[in-house]
């Protein structure tokens, strides 16, 4: 098992650039879940998505969107990027309300 | 909104001294908790959780819902738990339970 995966590793983008990050899991994970990591800022939840078929706001989800586009993939889009989106972004899933969220190795985005 | 905090940004120790990284929550009913670790250049992973009252890497965190703390505890530093650890309750008004990461605490073992 290759657990959760996320590509790109790192990605340099312009203002006003588009891109999509892209997390897979082969877990058979039900919810998955897009963060990022800033520092002092610990880890903050963009979106999530309970099940296939369905996604929700989390705490800072401006500025992106998501697809879930089947039980395995989870993808973040950012339309424009801004320079305030420079941070750590890393994918999670886990099986149920209590389990263990398993984490994607993180995408380093810098937006000049 | 549930609430948690880890007062401290960094904590320098050296090796073979007692380590406690502090957690505080806010939540009135019976919460779920975790303790998260990211080595560097490692991706996040879970360290413990509260419900399975075990001892991981010699580890272990108590809940004291009197104090709504769960710190994290090791009698004994080793360079290798050089960290940074994230505390993490469970958000019981999110579906699917989502977590609520603190802030994090770099955790420096010294030789």
């Known amino acids: 098992n290759a657990g959760v995966t996320q590509t790109p590793k790192f990605q340099v983008l312009k203002t006003g650039q588009s891109m999509t990050l892209q997390c897979a899991q082969d877990?058979?994970?039900?919810?998955m879940y897009w963060y990022r990591q800033d520092p002092g800022m610990g880890l903050r939840l963009i979106y999530y998505?309970?099940?296939?078929?369905?996604?929700d706001k989390g705490e800072v989800p401006n500025g992106y969107n998501v697809s879930r586009l089947n039980k395995r993939e989870f993808s973040l889009r950012l339309e424009s990027a801004a320079p305030s989106q420079t941070s750590v972004y890393f994918c999670a899933s886990k099986a149920g309300v209590s389990y263990e969220q398993y984490f994607g190795p993180g995408t380093r985005l810098t937006v000049t | 909104a549930q609430r948690v905090t880890q007062p401290e940004k960094l904590l320098s120790v050296f090796k073979g001294a007692p380590v406690e990284l502090k957690c505080n929550y806010s939540?009135?009913?019976?919460?779920?908790l975790f303790w998260y670790v990211q080595y560097s250049r490692q991706r996040l992973q879970l360290l413990l959780r509260?419900?399975s009252r075990e001892s991981i890497k010699g580890f272990t965190a108590d809940l004291n819902k009197g104090e709504t703390s769960f710190h994290l505890k090791k009698p004994f530093a080793q360079e290798e738990d050089s960290a940074m650890y994230y505390c993490a309750p469970l958000n019981y008004g999110g579906s699917q339970g989502n977590l609520i990461f603190g802030k994090g605490t770099k955790l420096s073992v010294k030789p």
């Open positions: 877990m058979n994970h039900n919810s």
């Open positions: 998505s309970a099940s296939e078929g369905t996604t």
């Open positions: 939540y009135s009913g019976s919460p779920e």
């Open positions: 509260h419900i």
